[in-house]
């Protein structure tokens, strides 16, 4: 039987994902189940579905955490960096993020939505969050570009840092010949830099 009554509906959402996403941590997204965290935290399906509107709702909110978690480490850069450093230490920050948090990190592009689903403001907002302090950076390494022009370029180097975490990580940047994971991202975010300053 549930037991609303000792529990708040937030106390109940937290104990849904703090169980959840160590359910994801330990075991992998492929063994998040409602019906296991609901077991875990002693509490009915039903009660889960009270605070959240379906299993995709929920695993929003688990990704929208890690996002944060992501955001947090980000934000602990020096300021006082330049910007070029700046973009190479977000890159080797990022990459070890995903390197200490596998799988939480391969859960946010793991899932999908449905095609009738939309993703949700909130969650849009905080994926924007962690593209803007990148792009923030690009825009004080050139006086010649225009912000659109730099929040493009942030996001394409962003794209290639993302794809060579996902090559490391899934064991096959190996196959490339790549001995150096952190040495491919700076080589990658400064040669990237350099060609666009002169662009």
Not at 6 to 34: C, P, R, Y
Not at 81 to 93: G, H, N, P
Not at 181 to 198: M, R
Request: hydrophobic share 45%.
């Amino acid at each position: 039987m549930a037991r609303r009554s000792e529990h708040s509906q937030q106390e109940i959402k937290d104990m849904v994902l703090n169980a959840a996403e160590t359910i994801v941590v330990e075991e992998g997204f492929d063994k998040l189940k409602v019906r296991k965290i609901a077991l875990d935290i002693g509490y009915t399906v039903g009660s889960i579905y009270m605070v959240f509107d379906n299993m995709a709702d929920l695993i929003m909110n688990i990704k929208g955490r890690t996002l944060d978690d992501i955001a947090t480490e980000l934000n602990a850069i020096d300021a006082s960096d330049s910007a070029e450093q700046k973009i190479v230490l977000l890159a080797k920050t990022y990459l070890l993020f995903a390197c200490n948090n596998f799988n939480r990190w391969r859960m946010i592009f793991e899932h999908q939505l449905a095609e009738n689903e939309e993703v949700p403001d909130w969650y849009q907002q905080k994926v924007n969050q962690i593209f803007r302090m990148v792009e923030a950076e690009f825009e004080q390494l050139s006086s010649t570009h225009t912000d659109e022009q730099s929040k493009q370029a942030a996001r394409a180097l962003w794209s290639g840092v993302h794809g060579i975490c996902t090559l490391s990580l899934t064991g096959k940047l190996d196959l490339l010949g790549v001995d150096s994971i952190d040495d491919t991202v700076v080589l990658l975010v400064e040669s990237f830099i350099a060609g666009w300053k002169q662009s």
